[in-house]
């Protein structure tokens, strides 16, 4: 029986990692790896302790491990020796090593993780100046926000720390069911909101409800990417669908995809292009759902910043078939970093919602949705929207003038009746997707609206965030602009 | 020309909706029950303000909206008309009442949805006494979370509010690669971890990223429900493999589904019998997954709490050829309300992890996810559960001594090496079920252990947490149990 050569063993007590771990793993490692033999007896503890210059606990709580873990057994009176029970396959294992490169090789996943792998982009979106979309952050109220957070974090509710229903705290619904009934006049009980952790959730869950592998679904082009990557995800085809200027072109939709069962609108104002649906489309539309049964998703993203007349009322509103989902988020209105989105939906499909949303992910975190809830009730979430309105409004004109000034020679923009976006038609011989790559060099996260077409008709526009960019510094960024247009022009 | 006779509108000064909000939803209702008929001259918004008792202003704001609405029109100089471009078929429709029953109609969902809807109880799951799973919510150090929390809060950083990673804040992600791989030898780069809402999430996202429809899934048996509903709702097959004292047995995993490509496990603390997977069974399990090109889905869900000796390894460790998704979650170690969970996955999987992630709800909020890396690395968590796992080891001694004198007549049970609760097995002439729903009627949260197996081949025994439930409860709750169970046998 030899004795386990263990002199090439070193610990660092400069490591943050507790020495006995550091032993541990070194003697695991060298068991695996077969540098100590399966059979092969280790030193007393006292012996090694003393070699290693730690304690003799050190040692022991090591060997505890060891032997825990099946990778020592000990006989009585006779120490401890390296299991024999180890295969010998393990034995010349090398040591894993996470930062290697990943082998190549090919893992066969689903058919919907391999659409996934091909729909762009996965870094982090960063926001920026003229970033579409983004809200202006630095005059949200975050010592409100952080008190009322506070006041439930210290002394929390159980009810809050566990079993949050799957469809949200209550007291949220029953905010929101209200807050929607009075500013989008959407019909529903707090039972029918089902409170998610952003819109994407909302859209992924009504299109995995819907759609079969190989489904068409109908969705506006120009239109939002994340629907279409759910439709995508869940194996369907989007299906892409004019947009005029009443809105969604119900017409083409019944050309091009007769059997289509939901479509997926933004009827308020239209992503990205910006049109209101007409009063017209939409009867026609709850009348198509009603007559045909189809269902239409409602992604009424940001129509709280309206700047012209008031905000019209919702799809849901009109709809007395109940055909329509309805989507919104706390991501325009307070900050995307809140994960708080809503869907409303008609009451016979509450239970199957639930039950999606509970696969998903469970529910969502109770203690924000009562700060929300509480944030809404107390009025701080109006007065805030309102406050940000005057802003946006203010910017939104000071961008336009700034536009026409410098850049008309290349550019044609109109005012947006609401929303935080402008959207300028750029002369045909300048590519939108250019212009993007070069101002996101500068800094400048504006959006070419080539890119969020699916169909070969489209315009050259550039999407430009007013929101979250201060008028101070809208000259200077204009500039630039300018500049890079007219580059890219003599180019 | 006739004059609309608005006589019969009232509003109520007492509710909460603005009195033109209440003007503009009698009117709108009215003009769609066809009351007031298109081409209809409305009264001026003076006489009309008058017989309401309202101001002026209150009548010409409930106008604008109609208008901008498309419900009226004004023609300069003649006051305003009801709109005659209002569709027929919308004139006699019936108010829309939410609170109506929902009608008798078929609604034909996806495949994945019509599998949730029969995936059982979508309430919110009630904790009480004996709840399996429940930590002590009282102990929790809430000052210092409130603390950590305020302090982002207050002056949040512009990353955390907007354009947080998919995978995470990036300050979690390092925090929980070097935790995990202190705690449980978890081999892996900040970037392979993702942190989601939660274990389900993780556990959904894992299977929709390797299940095709049909397609056969490993399962223990008994079973953690959450997989079985995701394996379902991905239209794939659970496939329940018997459990023995070394873990998922692997050799009758290959006689029941040869082809299946995901095994979903819990080696560290098989849920919800308890035993530990040995040595010898990792090693086989990895080695079958290399050989045969399969992969592993390791829940290691409570491990953190282990009674005799250290906790043991993660299988995630012991992998050398990245066949191992590890899964965790903060669930048990702090509340489920926080919603934090994290997904190991090989380096090679990370993008389409992220693509998964970025389609179910694009990420998670960042100012949580950085209160908990500090949480983390400030040594406050270590220091809870700490104080925790001596805290759940007493609960456990004492449950296990009451339940030893006063129910022996009827069950078996034993010390768990690990975990927050027992196994009671049931005399076989005892119903764990009957047990179950009795129990619950007298708040008692203890689990049937026969709801937790897909196959025939089942035991008869009661799953009883023991880590929610302090000590000086638990001789009354075990009276009760013992009466019940009693009567239970009588009858």
Redesign the interface.
């Known amino acids: 029986m030899k004795n386990a050569y263990l002199a090439s063993l070193s610990l660092d007590s400069s490591e943050?990692?507790?020495l006995h771990?550091q032993l541990f793993?070194k003697l695991?490692d060298s068991i695996l790896q077969g540098v100590i033999k399966p059979g092969t007896r280790l030193p007393s503890s006292r012996l090694l302790a003393n070699d290693l210059r730690v304690s003799r606990n050190t040692v022991l709580?090591a060997f505890?491990?060891l032997?825990?873990?099946?990778?020592i057994t000990s006989r009585v009176g006779a120490g401890s020796y390296i299991s024999d029970?180890?295969?010998d396959?393990?034995l010349q294992?090398?040591k894993?090593d996470?930062?290697a490169p990943?082998?190549v090789?090919k893992?066969?996943?689903?058919?919907?993780?391999e659409a996934?792998?091909h729909?762009g982009n996965?870094?982090?979106?960063?926001?920026g100046p003229f970033s579409p979309g983004?809200p202006e952050?630095d005059l949200f109220p975050?010592?409100d926000?952080?008190r009322l957070?506070?006041r439930h974090?210290?002394?929390?509710k159980?009810e809050?720390?566990?079993?949050?229903?799957?469809g949200g705290a209550t007291v949220l619904r029953e905010a929101l069911a209200?807050h929607l009934?009075?500013t989008r006049?959407v019909?529903?009980?707090p039972e029918?909101v089902i409170v998610?952790?952003?819109s994407?959730?909302a859209i992924?869950l009504v299109i995995?409800?819907?759609?079969?592998?190989g489904?068409p679904i109908l969705m506006e082009d120009p239109g939002y990417p994340?629907t279409r990557?759910?439709i995508l995800?869940?194996g369907a085809h989007p299906i892409p669908v004019p947009v005029d200027d009443e809105g969604f072109s119900l017409k083409d939709a019944i050309r091009l995809a007769p059997d289509a069962?939901l479509a997926c609108l933004s009827p308020s104002h239209q992503y990205p292009l910006g049109p209101t649906m007409?009063?017209?489309r939409r009867?026609?539309l709850l009348?198509w759902a009603k007559t045909k049964?189809r269902f239409l998703l409602e992604d009424d993203y940001d129509s709280e910043y309206r700047y012209t007349?008031?905000p019209?009322?919702s799809l849901q509103g009109l709809?007395?078939d109940?055909r329509v989902l309805y989507v919104g988020s706390m991501?325009k209105v307070m900050?995307?970093?809140?994960?708080i989105g809503y869907l409303v939906v008609?009451?016979?499909?509450v239970?199957?919602f639930?039950?999606?949303r509970?696969?998903?992910?469970?529910?969502?975190?109770?203690?924000?949705e009562a700060a929300l809830a509480e944030f809404i009730s107390e009025g701080y979430l109006s007065a805030h929207i309102r406050r940000m309105r005057l802003l946006y409004q203010k910017r939104q004109s000071c961008l336009i003038a700034l536009l026409h000034e410098k850049c008309s020679e290349f550019l044609q923009v109109e005012a947006q009746e609401c929303g935080m976006h402008l959207v300028a038609f750029l002369n045909p011989e300048i590519s939108d997707k250019q212009i993007e790559q070069t101002c996101r060099k500068e800094g400048m996260m504006l959006r070419a609206l080539s890119s969020f077409y699916e169909g070969a008709d489209l315009q050259n526009a550039l999407i430009i965030g007013f929101a979250g960019t201060p008028e101070k510094e809208m000259p200077q960024l204009v500039d630039k602009l300018a500049l890079i247009l007219n580059q890219t022009k003599a180019a």
């Open positions: 943050t990692s507790p771990r793993l695991r709580t505890d491990q032997m825990a873990e099946g990778y029970h180890l295969p396959e393990l294992r090398k894993h996470a930062k990943a082998p090789r893992i066969r996943l689903s058919r919907q993780a996934l792998r729909t996965i870094k982090p979106y960063h926001q983004k952050l975050f010592e926000w952080a957070l506070g974090w210290r002394k929390p159980k809050y720390l566990s079993g949050n229903p799957i209200e009934g009075q006049a019909n529903c009980t029918q998610l952790s952003g994407q959730q992924h995995r409800a819907f759609a079969e592998i489904d994340g990557n759910s995800a869940a069962r007409s009063l017209r009867l026609d009348e049964d007349g008031r019209l009322s709809d007395t109940n991501s900050f995307s970093g809140l994960r008609p009451p016979e499909l239970d199957v639930l039950a999606l509970r696969d998903v992910d469970g529910h969502s975190p109770a203690v924000a």
